[in-house]
């Protein structure tokens, strides 16, 4: 794939905090090992690509499967995965506990940056808040604008390099064919509905998109 598609970047891994926190040792230490092969087979052909693993956030801050809300940080899957040229992001801050956007803190990406973090670019590979009510968040579509809003200032303070938002449309959980419910969490993260409808957070990510790139 690398010397087909020739990326810039290149994906080994996901979430691999989260992983390690709930799944057994055994399915955490396949992915360090397989991620390890793959970046050794990808460094035989390209030694220019950025490799990068993803963290998930919420868990990197103790707030989804972490030991009670204290802080984790990313030391453990730097160490592990030692062969990253850039990191990934996943952040769903809704589902760690933030009722509001502006109630994220904006260290919320930097503080994952302190100590050997900081010569790594920074990119968020997925994520999203809903325009809908989830769970005990009560959101709207009012609220997930800010939330593109908040989120754009978040990656500036980190000096982040890429933002991709993972659902441009709304998910139509009938459509996937799995149990009701499993979906529901993140079938309305999208931009656009499912008729391809513009929600009131297009506009904002359309100005952010429009910024010059640097």
Do not use: C
């Amino acid at each position: 794939m690398d010397t087909i598609v020739r990326p810039d970047y290149l994906g080994l891994a996901s979430e691999t905090n989260l992983v390690r926190a709930v799944a057994p040792a055994s399915v955490y230490n396949a992915v360090v090992q397989a991620a390890g092969m793959a970046a050794t087979s990808v460094s035989i052909v390209d030694s220019t690509v950025k490799l990068y693993t993803t963290v998930q956030v919420e868990t990197a801050w103790g707030k989804l499967a972490g030991p009670g809300g204290a802080y984790v940080g990313i030391d453990r899957d730097l160490a592990d995965f030692g062969f990253i040229g850039a990191l990934g992001l996943s952040s769903y801050p809704y589902l760690g506990g933030f009722a509001d956007p502006d109630s994220i803190p904006l260290d919320y990406y930097t503080r994952l940056q302190q100590g050997n973090m900081v010569r790594f670019p920074t990119l968020v590979i997925e994520g999203g808040w809903p325009s809908v009510p989830v769970g005990a968040v009560a959101s709207d579509e009012a609220m997930q604008r800010r939330y593109i809003a908040r989120h754009s200032r978040l990656l500036d303070q980190a000096g982040a390099a890429a933002w991709f938002q993972i659902t441009f449309t709304d998910l139509d959980e009938a459509a996937y064919g799995f149990p009701p419910g499993v979906l529901t969490p993140f079938s309305h993260l999208g931009l656009v509905d499912t008729t391809l409808t513009p929600k009131a957070a297009l506009s904002e990510w359309d100005a952010i998109f429009a910024r010059p790139r640097r």
